[in-house]
């Protein structure tokens, strides 16, 4: 079993859907989580970044983490074309180990 | 520059010959890590730099693979005697102090094809 949990997907919605992506995880100590969006033939864009359990809001973006379940949300609202992308969830212990570990992401395509 | 730089952005090569790959980080930026994603593994850390030390090699697959930074800037990932199972898109990040509190910026990448 892999520390990060995505599902595979691929995800289809109609644009102005509200789109909810996760992933669970299985190290306990992960103490910072981030959400990226990563474009074809692009590096990943860092989203959303929090740290411990609750919520963060920005724009039309949400992220959840509850770490008591060790699980994390993405929710995107009005989703337009221009959010298909791949998303990937990542998180990192404390302090000095600040190396991430990744979901395997998961392919969105928002349809016109 | 403004971001993450690295280069070359596509390398095709035959099995057997050595790669260098090649990061710039953020101007300023202490921390600098290394990452592989390929398509059955997704996105996996390489190695990590806190200037020009790597106090963290543990996600080096083989000892075919090694990293160097000089200056605390410029980083150069090689790759000796690349086989086929090393195509991959080899992605670098830079943080401020790598502390992880704070968030790490990706350039994007290079993508090694090993005939």
């Given at each position: 079993?892999?520390?990060?949990?995505?599902?595979?997907?691929?995800?289809s919605?109609?644009e102005?859907?509200?789109?909810?992506l996760?992933?669970?995880?299985?190290?306990?100590?992960?103490?910072?989580?981030?959400w990226?969006?990563?474009y074809?033939?692009?590096?990943?864009?860092?989203?959303?970044?929090?740290?411990s359990?609750?919520?963060?809001e920005?724009?039309r973006?949400?992220?959840?983490?509850?770490?008591?379940?060790?699980?994390?949300?993405?929710?995107?609202?009005?989703?337009?074309?221009?959010?298909s992308?791949?998303?990937?969830?990542?998180?990192?212990?404390t302090?000095?180990?600040?190396?991430?570990?990744?979901?395997k992401?998961?392919?969105?395509?928002?349809?016109? | 520059?403004?971001g993450?730089?690295?280069?070359?952005?596509?390398?095709?090569t035959?099995k057997?010959?050595?790669?260098?790959?090649?990061?710039?980080?953020?101007?300023?930026?202490?921390?600098?890590?290394?990452?592989?994603?390929?398509l059955?593994?997704?996105?996996?850390?390489?190695?990590?730099?806190?200037?020009?030390?790597?106090?963290?090699?543990s996600?080096?697959?083989?000892?075919?693979?090694?990293?160097?930074?000089?200056?605390?800037?410029?980083?150069?990932?090689?790759?000796?005697?690349?086989?086929?199972?090393?195509?991959?898109?080899y992605?670098?990040?830079?943080?401020?102090?790598?502390?992880?509190?704070?968030?790490?910026?990706?350039?994007?990448?290079?993508?090694?094809?090993?005939?």
């Open positions: 079993q892999k520390e990060v949990e995505q599902d595979p997907g691929p995800l919605v109609p102005g859907a509200i789109v909810s996760n992933c669970t995880y299985s190290n306990s100590a992960f103490q910072y989580f981030m990226y969006r990563q074809s033939r692009k590096g990943p864009e860092l989203l959303m970044y929090t740290y359990s609750g919520n963060k920005d724009g973006f949400t992220a959840q983490v509850d770490k008591s379940s060790k699980y994390i949300s993405l929710f995107i609202r009005d989703s337009q074309p221009s959010d992308a791949t998303y990937l969830c990542a998180m990192s212990l302090g000095a180990n600040s190396k991430l570990t990744f979901g992401g998961i392919t969105l395509s928002v349809r016109p | 520059g403004a993450v730089s690295q280069s070359p952005s596509n390398k095709v035959e057997g010959k050595d790669v260098e790959l090649r990061c710039d980080p953020i101007s300023g930026h202490t921390a600098l890590y290394w990452y592989r994603q390929s059955g593994q997704g996105l996996e850390f390489l190695i990590y730099f806190q200037g020009n030390s790597a106090p963290d090699k996600g080096l697959p083989s000892d075919r693979f090694s990293a160097e930074r000089t200056g605390g800037s410029v980083s150069t990932l090689t790759i000796q005697r690349t086989q086929q199972e090393d195509s991959a898109v992605l670098c990040a830079s943080s401020l102090t790598g502390d992880s509190n704070q968030p790490q910026h990706f350039g994007d990448g290079t993508r090694l094809s090993i005939l």
